[in-house]
Structures are given as structure tokens and as C-alpha cells.
């Protein structure tokens, strides 16, 4: 026996492959896509999306890639459109891949539209001369002259159905293309057979009655209903197009001492920019000099310009309003914070929200269901109904053929998932997919970190109190000037508060960081000693006076900083980690949608409840002391009492708790760790975002919810109808033109219903 020389299978991570793909038309045809994939081998998920008519695959790339993806995409039926030769590196470059495939979609749009028209326009023609008032012609020569034309709409306009039909079948499927092949061909077959052998019906002593009139003005409204359809869909997906929209074509680089305008991928990390008033900011980047005010609104929803100085950090695609400044790129290309969300957002768009099992199915089984009513109701009209009985078994079999389209059911979660997604994008709210948008609406309870969530998370002096001898611009220049040889943060905040007022500037020397005590510098030949009171008795400084500011300020959570000069004490220093002044908004907002606001932190008590007093959290709702590896356990306990929980973090401490939560929620300014572990990142660090994610999350469900009663509504109501249950008791039956019109109606109403969203504000969604 041979030994197996094969090698072994790689132990590769899974890697995500999308398909766009061409000649879906409803539920069914997802299922069907969903089904051939999977059973593909290496297949780990796969996830159809109707509305943006892609194929969303994992797989395992030792034992497949996208050939074989395709291959089982052909197998089931249905075309995946080229791959793109232009590798998808920045958000321009996704935007161009969707605008290539929108001039694809509107030459497929033009195509159905003159069908369409063309179909409707005979459909007129045909029952203008079969049902003229007093009859330009007989029955027999009507029914002759109208014969070639329906034929041509039969064959050329509805041959899409035929063959979509013909491919599902030859693999034991069917799709809503079969509904349509199946009814509008029995009408058309039969009218063919009556109008060639007219004596069929004489023999039986009744009129030739045609239904060519039924079949071409179906398949002209299906193919009207699917144009409104498409057009209304391709509105839902413009959140990727405004995004791009936005962003610069060009830079200003400053190379050799002189500005060149370069196209924007020829930027490159480390160049200087300038960026002059009303100009977009190019790519990412750190202010090096000048001053501005920069609108931001595109990425964070906030109206207010940000003030943006040297050391601030500015993201490409926004606007300069005022000043000139000059600033280093730090991320181009596919690493910038627009293309990052212009890929989140183009995937969360692809998602499935949970809800969207049940009609998928439903749908898995609905078109055969449908084709067995429509048999049983040809044989029950055959048997009880009256005469002629063949012809109205024929009738009402047909339209339940085409009032049953699940075109509804299929569009009903895609398009408001792609709605919410991109309107809560241009809020500023990036929601990963839509297992997070589901998840959103459900929370009740949201964990809070304190540093650099509810807090800047950036150090800054508070007050500076002199001791006597002293006044507060001497205090705050000589520390300051001794402390710009200091790295620690406490030292930042005092060079940066000084520099607000031009001071921070004299002359330093001798500088020496004492570890666990503070900094010692000569200023002027004047010894300063900047630090805790260790320090301050290291060099007997006499600080007594200022103990009690200082305890007071430590037990509200601020740090108090000690100044002598010259072994003199010179006055103290109060330091804090402000809150955000939109901290207490966001959580009365929460707390006035029924939600319960938690506050975490690894600080003490007293800092705890200091930040949750001035925020609005309630004393009890306050976990502090609590170690980073802790926080997913107090997360923890939490579900297990029954609450469904978002944790709302920045920092890689967070990360495990973003994980463990329901839903994790991650500051965009902050940790990357931590924004991979969330489901929700908030691009501008604003907490009052975290409400409109909710809020966001709970309109668009309750739109999916409005999408799935209207579309399951119509079938159950208007299906009974069209098989006949009204005529043994009004007389009323159901035209199969009518059905047409109604499916189209039901499918274009719930992507205009998921279009609403499109208006709503993510403060009171």
C-alpha cells in the first residue's frame, strides 16, 4: 500500500468572499443561492442579501475560493457578475466598484423599463380591439389580429421569466419566475389554443374568449412593478455614495519647500498637507501648525465646527471652515476613518438582522405551496363552479399564480437594514450588522466606562490656588516652565493650560523626574518642585495651609499637585479628567427612553461617584474599584439578572466586557482592540450617540416589523381571494390584471416604507 504523500489541509482562518450576483427577483431565489453555497465544501456561512443583490461568503480557503463559489452560484441558477480588476483600497475605490455596478444596474433598468412600457402599451392595443364598445370585429377575427402581438410580449418581454423558470426547474426548484411563467403561459396557451381551433368552444355552444389582454398586460406590470422596485431600492443604498461624495479629489503637499497639487493617492503617510478655508481636509492626520475650526458633521452628526490647533488629530473628508493650517498624514488610503466606515457600512448593509429567518422560511417552501393552491384551485372551480367552468378555474388559478409573488417578503428586511445602517453612518454611528441593529432596539440597561467615555480621558488642570506670597500667573508660569522636560500627563495639563495664556516660557535647566514623587527643575535659578507631598517634604516645604484643598479635591476624584519654590510652598495645582459636557444629556436621554445608565471604573469610590453625581447616574448604579479583568463579570451579573445589556467603552481594558455584553458599543476615538470587539462604534466619541443608536435601532425594526406584516398580510388575505372564496357570497372574483397590479404595488410600498428612514433624526427615531 502506497503511503498518502497528499499534504495536509492548512489550518487557515476563514476568509469573506462577496458575490454580486445577477437574476434574483425574490425570497426563493435567496434560499435557493444560500443553499447551493452552503452545501459547497469549506462553505462556513453564507448570507444572501436581496436589496443589494450580494453574496456574503465565509470560507475556508484550504478547500475553496471564489471560483468554486461561482460555480455553485451557476449551478443554482443565477449569474455573479465580474469581479472587479481594481482592488477595493480606499473608500473611493468602493465607491467606484458601486457606481460601476449602478451603470450596470441602470442599463438593466432601461432595458426592463422599455419592455415594460412596450408590454403595457400592447396590452391596451389588444384590449382596445377585443373589448371595443359594439365590436370593431368579430370574436374569431379579434382573436386572430391580437394573436401575434401577444405572442411577441409573451416570448420577448416575459422570456426572462421563462428561462429564470427553466433553470430553477431543470434542478427540481422553483422561484417567483415559475408563479409568473406558469400563469401568464396558461393564459397565453390557452387563448393560442382557442384562437386556432375556435370550434373547441362552438361545439360546446360557447364564445372564443381570449385572455391575451391577461397575459401581456401581466407580464408588462411585473415588469413596471420591478423597474419601481429597482429604482426605489437603488435610493436605499446611496449612504456609501454620500459618504464618498464628500471627500477630496486632490491635496496640497508641501514637498521641497514648495505646494504641489497631487491626486489624492499619490499622498503618502508622513507628508505635510496645507489646507486652506473651505477646502476638505485629504486624508488623516496631526495639526503641526496653524489654528482652525473644522466641521466634522459628515462622520459625527455634530453641527458644531471643532476647534483643531497643533497636536489635534483631523480626519480626512471634512471640512475646513476658517483658518489655514498645515498637518502630517498619518493614515491614506484603505486605513483612513472614512474608508473604514465606508467598508463597515458596506458590509453591515449586505447583513441579515435575525428577524429576516422566519421569511426566509417561509419562502423556502412558499412558491410550492403556491403552485399546489393554484392546482387546487383549478379543480375545485372545474368541479363546483359553475359554467363555463374550465375558463374560470383557469382564471382564478392564474391569479393566484401571480398575486403570490414573495418579492414582498425577501425585500421586506434587506431594505430597511440598508436604510438604518446608512442613515445612523451619517450620524455618525457605525453598526457592524444586522445582528447588532436588532440586538440595539432590545437593550435596556447601558454600562458605562468613566475614562474617556463619560470623561475627555485626557488630563487638565482644573485650578490653580496660590499660597501667600504668591499669584496664580507666577504659580501657573514657573510650573509649567519646569515642566516641559516632563513626559507624565499630570505635567501636560499644566503645560497646556499655561500655554493657553502665553506662559510656560522661561528658561529650564537641571530637570530630574523623581518616580512616585514628581519633578524638580531650576527656573531662573529658582529651585521648583512640582509633585505629592512626599516630594514637598523632601524639601521642607511647608504646606500645611493647603492639606485641606488638597484632601477636598482628592475626595472628588481630582488630583492635587503640589508646588514649592525654593523649598517655599507656592500654591497647589488641581487636576481632573473633565466630564464631557454632553455626558449628563446623554444619559437623562437614556434614562428617558426607560433606560437604566451604569457607571464602571477601576478609580475609587469617591472619584466614582463624583463623575456619576455630575453626569446624573444614581449612587447605587455605580461599580467602581473594579479591576479590568472584572468588568465582563460585572457585565456578567447583570444579564444574569435578567437585563439586556450595552457596555459603552474605549480603552483595550474594555474589550472583554465589549465582547460579553449584548450589544458592545465602542468609542471611536479610542482603543482599535476595542473597537473590533464591539458592534457599534460611535466615530465621534460623543456619548449621546449611544442613544441614537438605540433609537436608531428600535425605528428600523419597528419599519422590518411594518414590512413583514404588510407583505405576509398580503398573502394571506388576497391569496383566499384569488382562489375565490368571495363569489359563493358576493359574487366577486379576483382579475388576474388586477393581481399583477396588486403584487407590484406590495413590492415597490415596502422599500418606499424602508425609505422613510432616510428623514428620521437619530435624536428622536
Not at 498 to 522: L, T
Request: net charge negative; glycine share 10%; proline share 5%.
Amino acid at each position: 500500500m502506497t503511503a498518502d504523500t497528499r499534504p495536509a489541509p492548512l489550518d487557515l482562518p476563514a476568509i469573506e468572499i462577496v458575490l454580486p450576483i445577477e437574476g434574483m427577483t425574490c425570497a426563493s431565489c435567496v434560499n435557493r443561492i444560500e443553499r447551493f453555497l452552503k452545501k459547497t465544501e469549506g462553505v462556513v456561512e453564507a448570507s444572501v442579501n436581496l436589496a443589494t443583490e450580494r453574496a456574503t461568503v465565509k470560507v475556508d480557503p484550504a478547500l475553496a475560493g471564489r471560483t468554486e463559489l461561482v460555480q455553485a452560484v451557476e449551478a443554482a441558477g443565477y449569474e455573479v457578475r465580474p469581479e472587479s480588476t481594481t482592488p477595493q483600497e480606499t473608500a473611493a475605490d468602493i465607491a467606484a466598484e458601486v457606481d460601476a455596478e449602478a451603470v450596470e444596474r441602470d442599463r438593466e433598468l432601461r432595458d426592463v423599463k422599455l419592455r415594460a412600457l412596450t408590454s403595457l402599451g400592447i396590452a391596451a392595443v389588444i384590449m382596445a380591439v377585443v373589448a371595443w364598445p359594439g365590436g370593431l370585429f368579430a370574436m374569431e377575427d379579434a382573436n386572430k389580429l391580437v394573436l401575434l402581438p401577444a405572442t411577441f410580449v409573451q416570448f420577448w418581454a416575459g422570456g426572462r421569466f421563462m428561462r429564470a423558470a427553466w433553470k430553477a426547474a431543470r434542478h427540481g426548484d422553483a422561484t417567483m419566475d415559475t408563479l409568473v411563467a406558469i400563469g401568464t403561459l396558461a393564459a397565453w396557451g390557452y387563448s393560442t389554443l382557442i384562437t386556432l381551433w375556435p370550434q373547441i368552444l362552438a361545439d360546446a355552444g360557447r364564445e372564443p374568449e381570449t385572455y391575451f389582454d391577461s397575459s401581456t398586460i401581466i407580464v408588462g406590470l411585473i415588469l413596471l412593478g420591478r423597474w419601481l422596485e429597482a429604482r426605489a431600492k437603488r435610493q436605499t443604498a446611496g449612504a456609501i455614495r454620500a459618504l464618498v461624495g464628500l471627500q477630496a479629489k486632490t491635496a496640497r503637499v508641501l514637498r521641497d519647500g514648495e505646494e504641489t497639487d497631487v491626486p489624492l493617492e499619490q499622498v503618502h503617510a508622513g507628508d505635510l498637507l496645507r489646507v486652506r478655508p473651505g477646502e476638505k481636509v485629504p486624508v488623516d492626520g496631526i495639526v503641526a501648525e496653524g489654528v482652525s475650526a473644522v466641521d466634522e458633521s459628515m462622520l459625527t452628526g455634530e453641527s458644531m465646527p471643532a476647534t483643531k490647533r497643533a497636536g489635534d488629530e483631523v480626519i480626512g473628508a471634512t471640512l475646513n471652515t476658517t483658518g489655514t493650517f498645515v498637518f502630517r498624514a498619518t493614515r491614506v488610503g484603505r486605513d483612513t476613518v472614512l474608508a473604514q466606515i465606508v467598508k463597515m457600512v458596506e458590509q453591515a448593509q449586505g447583513s441579515k438582522a435575525p428577524i429576516q429567518a422566519l421569511a426566509d422560511r417561509i419562502s423556502g417552501i412558499f412558491v410550492p405551496i403556491v403552485l399546489v393552491l393554484a392546482g387546487l384551485t383549478f379543480a375545485a372551480w372545474f368541479v363546483f363552479g359553475p359554467e363555463p367552468r374550465f375558463t374560470l378555474g383557469l382564471v382564478a388559478a392564474i391569479t393566484v399564480l401571480i398575486i403570490a409573488c414573495p418579492c414582498a417578503m425577501g425585500l421586506a428586511t434587506p431594505t430597511a437594514i440598508m436604510v438604518g445602517t446608512g442613515r445612523a453612518a451619517q450620524a455618525g454611528v457605525l453598526i457592524r450588522g444586522g445582528e447588532a441593529l436588532e440586538g440595539a432596539g432590545r437593550v435596556n440597561t447601558v454600562i458605562f466606562d468613566k475614562t474617556g467615555t463619560l470623561t475627555v480621558g485626557k488630563p487638565a488642570m482644573a485650578e490653580a490656588i496660590p499660597a501667600e506670597g504668591f499669584g496664580e500667573a507666577e504659580l501657573l508660569d514657573l510650573a509649567a516652565s519646569a515642566e516641559r522636560g516632563s513626559e507624565h500627563p499630570l505635567g501636560a495639563a499644566i503645560v497646556a493650560r499655561a500655554r493657553e495664556s502665553e506662559m510656560g516660557f522661561r528658561a529650564a535647566s537641571d530637570f530630574e523626574a523623581v518616580p512616585g514623587q514628581g519633578v524638580v527643575a531650576s527656573v531662573e535659578g529658582r529651585l521648583v518642585a512640582i509633585g505629592n507631598r512626599r516630594l514637598m517634604a523632601a524639601h521642607e516645604a511647608d504646606i500645611e495651609a493647603l492639606v485641606p484643598v488638597a484632601d477636598r479635591a482628592a475626595a472628588e476624584g481630582r488630583t492635587p499637585v503640589f508646588v514649592a519654590v525654593d523649598g517655599r510652598a507656592a500654591g497647589l495645582l488641581v487636576i481632573a479628567d473633565p466630564v464631557k459636557p454632553e455626558a449628563a444629556e446623554a444619559v437623562a436621554q437614556l434614562t428617558k427612553r426607560g433606560l437604566e445608565a451604569w457607571l464602571v471604573t477601576g478609580d475609587g469610590r469617591a472619584t466614582a461617584e463624583s463623575v456619576a453625581r455630575a453626569v446624573g447616574i444614581a449612587p447605587e448604579r455605580v461599580l467602581a474599584e473594579v479591576l479590568p479583568g472584572e468588568k465582563a463579570e460585572r457585565v456578567r451579573e447583570l444579564q444574569a439578572a435578567g437585563k439586556i445589556v450595552a457596555m459603552v467603552g474605549d480603552g483595550i481594558n474594555d474589550a472583554p466586557a465589549l465582547a460579553q455584553a449584548d450589544l458592545g458599543v465602542a468609542i471611536g476615538t479610542g482603543a482599535d482592540v476595542a473597537i473590533e470587539a464591539s458592534d457599534v462604534t460611535l466615530v465621534g466619541g460623543d456619548p449621546r450617540l449611544v442613544t441614537s443608536a438605540i433609537a436608531l435601532s428600535r425605528r428600523t425594526m419597528r419599519t422590518i416589523r411594518e414590512n413583514l406584516a404588510w407583505a405576509f398580510g398580503y398573502n394571506v388575505v388576497l391569496i383566499p381571494v384569488a382562489m375565490g372564496v368571495l363569489y359563493p357570497f358576493l359574487g366577486l372574483t379576483l382579475n388576474p390584471a388586477l393581481a399583477a397590479g396588486a403584487m407590484a404595488f406590495s413590492s415597490v410600498s415596502v422599500v418606499l416604507n424602508s425609505l422613510r428612514l432616510r428623514g428620521a433624526d437619530p435624536r428622536k427615531a
